[in-house]
């Protein structure tokens, strides 16, 4: 009897113990990494993420291999794992990121483009400009039109993407420096780097700047590897503090995966915050570029190792915003640039977001009527551009953009007045608005982006307070895609309070109704 109590008592001792250890195996398996980056290994994969073995972590070293894209073909099961040393069996794989499955983004367009010299080099963001910063590992790249605009791209490096998630999000850039959150994979060492030609092209608060620096800094021994993503990732900075940023942050996002076209099967992308909060519109992006991974996904592993990361410009690097910042003479030499009937990143970028949104030009189809004109009022709100913007900075509060809608109304009848608070709107219905509208009027603010969308025949009449002539942003964006755009400079302007001269405006109107 005592035997039989013992050995019920073992048994029941092994079995808690084995359904212990069982759990703590579960537990482990299914925290390793985010759920969303972990899909079934008998799912046809694009090779990405492999986690490496202890002893590869240790090492660290150089033997990380260069995948030619010739290596990671369409096939629907794709194994890196021979290609990579001492890897686990139960390896993590990225799913798909979707890219191949947008043909707008990879569509060819037939056409004449700018034609050589200025517009061609500067609009065409043709980076003549190659300079190397550390040997083969780091090579970067500028145009001699713009010292604010660039972009570098990094072979076998490393990251720390809690530490780089945080001090992305602290408003403060330069900060990376401290943040020991960037380094290059192996023992060869980068002793003597070359950093001249980079901060010469490029814009001193562009966050590729003390990245790169960074990578040179920091040693990676102790480093361990977690995760080991082949093939080429582009990083790019989502900026959120308002509509217009965002645009040309994808803008540049768009020509950079462009690029790489030929490597679209081993593409991934990677979105940095610039600032705390939620990001803008992420349904959209994944509509434009598939599944972009936020780096706060990969904040469960310690560290993240890429084969080749491309740091792509920021908004602030895109040609259109340059045009506004370089001053009076970049100004003068962008508006020689017309776009009227060629065929350009802008205009192709421009039909990918409306394909994005079920679009196509010259489809009167939700008109109310195929005949009937269309004019739409951007009104601006009070309301914070992003998280911690004091009431004190609102600026340009239109106080008789009402009355202006009701006099257009009243003296053009046979047209459709909109009043359009487009931030009460998905994006897509912003862009499907002013998609349709023959001519949009709007005071000067994030929300002119919208031009972007208007048909060949689309009017823009810009507001302009004083505070913001000579402001080439949008100007130059309406010239460089072939559209009409007209300055009214009646506007007065008392502190943040901006009214119009609404009779001015109606005049101009008729020139086009």
Known sequence: MVFQIKSISIFFFVSVLIFTFLQIYLLTITTRAPSNLISSRSAPLIPA??????????????????????????????????????????????????????????????????????????????????FKVCSDRITCYGTAHSKKMGTCTLQRVGIDPTALYNVMTTLKVEKILDSSSVWLLGKRECPNPSFHDMETHMEKFDPIVPMVKMSTLISSKGKSCQLYISGTTLLYVGMAKHIYFRFLSWYNLYRSLRQHSEER??????????????????????????????????????????????????????????????GAAMKKRCLTCSGAGLST??????????????????????????????????????????KGDPVKKFRRIWTNSED??????????????????????????????????????????????????????????????????????????????????????????????????????????????
Request: proline share 5%; aromatic share 10%.
């Open 49 to 130: 993420f492999t986690e490496l073995s202890p002893a590869t972590r240790e090492e660290t070293n150089d033997s990380y291999p260069s995948l030619s894209p010739s290596s990671t073909s369409s096939s629907s099961h794709l194994n890196t794992t021979s290609h990579l040393p001492a890897l686990h069996n139960s390896s993590f794989i990225l799913r798909p990121s979707g890219l191949t499955d947008i043909p707008s983004l990879w569509k060819t367009y037939e056409g004449s483009t700018w034609p050589d010299g200025f517009c061609r080099g500067f609009l065409g963001t043709t980076y003549e400009h190659k």
């Open 265 to 326: 099967n081993n593409l991934h992308i990677i979105r940095m915050p610039e600032i705390e909060g939620e990001f803008m519109f992420p349904e959209f992006e994944r509509k434009l570029f598939g599944d972009v991974i936020p780096l706060e996904n990969l904040t469960g592993y310690e560290n993240v190792c890429f084969e080749t990361l491309e740091l792509v410009s920021w908004a602030y690097g895109a040609p259109m915003f340059r045009c506004k910042m370089d």
């Open 404 to 513: 202006l809608i009701n006099k257009l109304r009243e003296s053009f009848p046979q047209a459709s007045v909109t009043g359009l608070y487009a931030e009460a709107l998905p994006i897509c219905e912003q862009i499907r608005i002013m998609h349709e509208t023959d001519v949009m009027i709007a005071m000067h603010g994030a929300g002119m982006v919208h031009l972007w969308w208007l048909q060949k025949k689309g009017v823009v009449l810009e507001l302009v307070p004083k505070s913001q002539r000579g402001n080439a942003a949008f100007i130059t964006l309406a010239k460089h895609l072939g559209r009409t755009h007209k300055l009214i400079n009646s506007v007065k302007e008392k502190g943040a309070i901006v009214t119009v001269d609404i009779n001015k405006i109606v005049f101009e109107v008729k020139k086009f109704i």
């Open 345 to 386: 990143d802008l205009t192709s970028f421009r039909e990918h977001v409306i394909t994005g949104c079920s679009l196509k030009d010259n489809d009167t189809s939700n008109r109310e009527g195929s005949k009937t004109k269309k004019i739409t009022v951007i009104e601006r709100k009070r309301y914070e551009r992003y």
